[in-house]
């Protein structure tokens, strides 16, 4: 029996709200799941505004306009990461100005990021990677100091805190202007394809309600609040159908089970692969005091491009499905037909020596345990 890289699951509800969604006469967006969904991360995170989109990637899109990106303004965004964090902005016009991780951590660094601030700079984008936040102390400091709009790539960062200098402690994307969230199947909660934008400034609420509904105030005449709705401005159908809501509310209702099983599949890892991170063999995630630890991914650092190969290729022979992760977006086709070749050296360390192993609720601790010694036998050969 394979053990895949991942798995989605069932954990309660799912199919039960689904038919009721179906039952209810109503299964486009905004119903009743969609606003139990956005209610219960609006009071559990504290997040001023919740809006259920159909990915991450819709989010992210909805920020660049709500940022008013134009033809040439310059978005910071580490380069180890996943397409959609630049491509949103791109799409907008915007310069995509790449950026690196730390050495030990896959995270943005805040000195590079000041480095690359020039007058054009409009957005940076943390992405925090793992679950693992980004110094957003740091970042929000430098994006108030130059004026920036902070958009938190929180794709992985569901149930993930920051503390600040002074103890407060605030829930990853609740910081930054707009923030980002994935549902997707590979995500701690998931809901097939889905995601959420988190809009943490008053001022854009209405806004993003009207660019979320294809540019139209609908939103607001639902509410009675306008006689008639039209064309307001632009947008796009970035919302979710209550079949997707349906599915995601039962997720939620188990969050804590979901996070407490996925820490101990995490704290599995850790312990049983110790050994090889003391011996120098491998290097293990870090977690900086500031952040918590969310256990969205298990990964580990080879020591080159050639032993992560060489193992990806050993552990699918024993039916264990591990996999690396981002090819560094400076060295992507798309970056390339357009600028030259630039070297980030961390995030291409990463590109080239990260490995994930398999990750989903349904992990047994059996399964676990071969993957763990399966993985200390190829250090040993
Ligand atoms: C998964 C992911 C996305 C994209 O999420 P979708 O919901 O699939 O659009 C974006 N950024 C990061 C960092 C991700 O991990």
């Known amino acids: 029996m394979t053990i895949p890289f991942n798995k989605p699951f069932i954990i ?53 306009i709500l940022c008013d990106i134009k033809e040439g303004d310059e978005v910071i965004v580490p380069s180890y990461t996943f397409v959609s964090s630049a491509n949103a902005f791109a799409l907008r016009g915007a ?54 709009f902070v958009v938190e790539d929180a794709a992985q960062a569901i149930d993930s805190y920051y503390t ?8 990853l994307g609740s910081i930054g202007h707009f923030a980002a969230f994935s549902f997707h199947e590979t995500k701690n909660i998931i809901a097939g394809e889905g995601g ?21 105030n609908r939103s607001a005449f639902f509410r009675g609040e306008v006689n008639k709705y039209g064309w307001v401005d632009l947008g796009s159908s970035f919302l979710p159908s209550e079949i997707i809501s349906a599915f995601l509310y039962a997720q939620l209702e188990n969050l804590d089970k979901i996070q407490s099983k996925r820490i101990d599949i995490w704290n599995r890892y850790m312990n049983g692969l110790n050994d090889l991170m003391e011996k120098g063999d491998i290097k293990l995630p ?14 580990m650092v080879c020591r080159s491009y050639e032993e ?21 977006l400076n060295k992507s086709d798309f970056f390339l037909k357009n600028n030259l070749e630039i070297d980030i050296p961390n ?19 059996k399964e676990q345990n071969l993957i763990i010694e399966e993985i200390k036998v190829f250090f040993d050969a």
């Open 12 to 64: 309660g509800d799912e199919l039960k709200y689904i038919e009721e969604a179906v039952k209810s006469g109503k299964i486009s967006g905004d119903g009743l799941f969609t606003k139990k969904c956005q209610n219960f991360f609006e009071e559990k995170y504290s997040f001023p505004k919740v809006l259920l989109t159909t990915s991450c990637t819709d989010a992210l899109e909805m920020a660049a």
């Open 95 to 148: 310069k995509i100005v790449f950026v690196d991780s730390y050495s030990d951590n896959p995270n943005i660094d805040p000195r590079e990021i000041e480095k690359h601030i020039t007058p054009k700079t409009k957005v940076i984008v943390p992405v925090h990677y793992a679950g693992v936040a980004c110094d957003m102390e740091a970042i929000m400091n430098l994006a108030k100091q130059h004026d920036i």
């Open 164 to 171: 600040f200098a002074d103890g407060t402690k605030k829930a």
């Open 196 to 216: 959420m934008l988190v809009v943490n400034d008053e001022k854009y609420f209405e806004r993003a309600e009207i660019i979320r509904e294809k540019g139209t």
């Open 286 to 299: 870090i977690i900086p005091n500031y952040s918590t630890n969310n256990a969205h991914m298990f990964y």
């Open 308 to 328: 992560r190969t060489a193992l990806i290729k050993y552990l699918k022979e024993k039916d264990i499905l591990s996999v690396f992760h981002y090819l560094s």
């Open 347 to 365: 995030s291409d360390n990463f590109t080239d020596s990260l490995l994930r192993l398999p990750f989903y609720y349904e992990l047994t601790e």
